[in-house]
């Protein structure tokens, strides 16, 4: 995986590449293995812990990028 979007979901984004689960641990999202987190996207996700979902991506693609 080269890039993410928002509308993507964190189970799509974790089995593409599992070194990116610190960047949803450090937003609060601490469940990351339950269904229910799983099958929600960025965007969701973000909004449910107060987080910039443009800002969160961008920073996950950056890392991707190195």
């Known amino acids: 995986m ?3 979007e928002k509308t993507m979901t964190v189970g799509e984004i974790l089995d593409a590449n ?3 689960a ?3 641990l ?3 999202m601490h ?3 339950c269904p229910s987190a799983r099958g ?5 996700a973000c909004m ?3 987080v910039d979902a443009d800002e969160l991506v961008e920073k996950i693609n950056a890392f991707l990028a190195k």
């Open 48 to 50: 449910v812990h107060g």
């Open 26 to 28: 450090e937003m609060g």
């Open 31 to 33: 469940c990351l293995g």
């Open 2 to 4: 080269t890039k993410i």
């Open 18 to 20: 599992r070194d990116v």
């Open 40 to 44: 929600e996207s960025v965007e969701q």
């Open 22 to 24: 610190p960047f949803f």
